[in-house]
């Protein structure tokens, strides 16, 4: 079956980095968008970036500049690397298959998600 499965999150300082990775299974990977999506305590689903079936990323103004999204197409993988981390951008992070207008329907396969705190 289709499965996703995100690691990587953690805690950090502000300012601080981190990587998380989705590992996906269970479907054509390389004919998907891939997405990362996250929710913060009290807050809706947000958005935050795709990649495309190349690799390339479309991100949202709030992490733009900041997090990178890369895919490897040879082992089912997406990663995110999260630069200049921030508070508010603490949150449980989901990779997602499909890109920003499949989540947009809100009708989508993710995973079950990494928590990142940051915070000093």
């Known amino acids: 079956q289709v499965q996703l499965v995100e690691s990587g999150g953690g805690l950090v300082q502000p300012g601080g980095s981190l990587n998380l990775s989705c590992a996906a299974s269970?479907?054509?990977?390389?004919?998907?968008?891939i997405s990362w999506v996250r929710q913060a305590p009290g807050k809706g689903l947000e958005w935050i970036a795709d990649?495309?079936?190349?690799?390339?990323?479309t991100y949202a103004d709030s992490v733009k500049g900041r997090f990178t999204i890369s895919r490897d197409n040879a082992k089912n993988t997406v990663a995110l690397r999260m630069n200049s981390l921030r508070p508010e951008d603490t949150a449980l992070y989901y990779c997602?298959?499909?890109?920003?207008?499949?989540?947009?329907?809100?009708?989508?396969?993710r995973g079950q998600g990494t928590q990142v705190t940051v915070a000093s």
């Open positions: 990649a495309d079936n190349d690799g390339t990323g």
């Open positions: 997602v298959r499909g890109g920003y207008n499949t989540v947009l329907t809100g009708t989508y396969v």
């Open positions: 269970g479907f054509s990977f390389r004919q998907w968008y």
